[in-house]
């Protein structure tokens, strides 16, 4: 509002002077008038920078309160996926009323050049989790952005999302089984924007390698990489699209998993594709929208696994997987989706019948259904169901969460 009054302010004051001196525009005054015009704007602009320019130092404060209701039909505590070495926290959860992840995000401009963020997380276990603490630069030459700290990894679509922005109450087998849910660590990471019509988008990182699934080897100052490429634009004024491929190499020194039977030394080479596909009419999806999202994954594992004591073994083995998802928006505030996974694990023979790498000849897959109400961009309710044959027992899987957020709520990504 204050700038219109301005505006019309300006525009009268233009009108009038102009008026007034149009004796004196023929003469060639008329740059004169124009030269004291740019000068009362720039006096009025000067006025409102102070006060802009300290909102904008302000740190971003948002509370995110995560719960649920669960129900299984197998005990979580003996969750495996046959064939998978799994880290910590990648079980279906706790049976019961429990809290999911409690977040805490501060973030804001640090001044005319940086960009920080901050997230820790209270688990339901009710210990502190650093997951984020980066910076990013703002406002590099020629497309270019650097961000360094600790941080999700770019590599796929759904590595860099939250949980409280998950369409399902749980990540898709193939980010539990390959990635431990979600791959984060301390690094510095390298991107670049191509000035294209496209949105088309290089970039590469580099990590201590301290996270599952790698596992830095005492001599390594650097124990993982990733490259990775996005593209994605529009199709006419209803559809839009985003396409990416990434690569992620890891070593690892005697990388342990939950259950403790076995540990892996050596390379894991993981590669990702993804596809992200939006529907809404005219673009605008407050009523209604449709969105088809899936990922493929293919790993390989070079290098020595050792069952603890029974002696070393080298392996060399292929794993891959993917899951599809449609996510339909109804009505304003109801959205329903489907999901389906699927993982194929390469036996690793014999020798490892009875640990965690028998794959017992099992292909774990699972189906989802959920259905969710958002009263606001900041209240959630979901119901899931799954039907999970990922371990060799199959489980009938109930949810009841909310998600509720306090506090600033920033943009969410494509």
């Excluded at 270019?144 to 860099?160: A, D, H, M, W």
């Excluded at 969710?372 to 969460?401: I, T």
Aim: net charge negative; with cysteine; charged share 20%.
């Amino acid at each position: 509002m204050k700038k219109l009054v301005i505006a019309c302010i300006l525009s009268a004051f233009t009108t009038i002077t102009t008026s007034q001196h149009a004796h004196a525009a023929e003469q060639g005054d008329i740059e004169a008038l124009r030269q004291d015009i740019e000068e009362l704007k720039k006096q009025l602009d000067t006025s409102q920078t102070p006060t802009s320019s300290q909102a904008s130092l302000n740190p971003a404060i948002s509370l995110i309160l995560m719960g649920r209701f669960a129900s299984f039909d197998n005990d979580p505590e003996n969750y495996a996926i046959p064939g998978v070495t799994l880290p910590e926290e990648t079980d279906p959860g706790k049976e019961g009323f429990s809290l999911a992840e409690t977040e805490l995000i501060i973030s804001g401009n640090i001044d005319d050049k940086f960009f920080g963020r901050f997230t820790t997380a209270l688990t339901a276990e009710n210990e502190i989790e650093i997951e984020e603490a980066f910076v990013q630069t703002l406002g590099l030459p020629a497309g270019f952005g650097i961000q360094f700290g600790r941080f999700y990894s770019e590599i796929g679509y759904l590595n860099k999302i939250h949980a409280h922005y998950w369409d399902f109450v749980d990540q898709p087998l193939v980010y539990r089984a390959y990635l431990g849910n979600q791959y984060n660590d301390d690094g510095i990471q390298l991107r670049w924007l191509a000035p294209t019509d496209l949105f088309l988008e290089f970039g590469g990182e580099a990590f201590s390698g301290d996270s599952f699934p790698a596992s830095r080897p005492s001599n390594e100052s650097v124990g993982s990489y990733s490259l990775f490429m996005k593209l994605g634009g529009d199709v006419g004024i209803s559809h839009s699209w985003q396409a990416g491929l990434s690569y992620l190499a890891i070593q690892a020194e005697n990388r342990e998993t939950e259950n403790g039977d076995v540990s892996f030394s050596g390379d894991d080479n993981l590669i990702i594709a993804d596809l992200v596909w939006k529907w809404a009419p005219a673009g605008n999806d407050s009523r209604t929208s449709l969105v088809f999202q899936a990922e493929y994954f293919n790993s390989t594992e070079q290098g020595d696994y050792t069952i603890i004591g029974n002696g070393t073994n080298p392996v060399d083995r292929n794993k891959d997987g993917w899951y599809a998802q449609l996510i339909y928006k109804f009505l304003p505030r109801w959205r329903t989706g489907l999901r389906y996974d699927r993982l194929s694990i390469e036996d690793s023979g014999s020798t490892f019948n009875g640990t965690s790498l028998d794959t017992q000849g099992h292909t774990p897959e699972r189906v989802s259904a959920m259905l969710d109400f958002s009263h606001s961009e900041y209240s959630r309710f979901r119901l899931q169901y799954n039907h999970d044959e990922s371990y060799a027992v199959a489980d009938n899987q109930w949810y009841l969460q909310y998600i509720m957020s306090l506090g600033a709520h920033g943009a969410h990504r494509f």
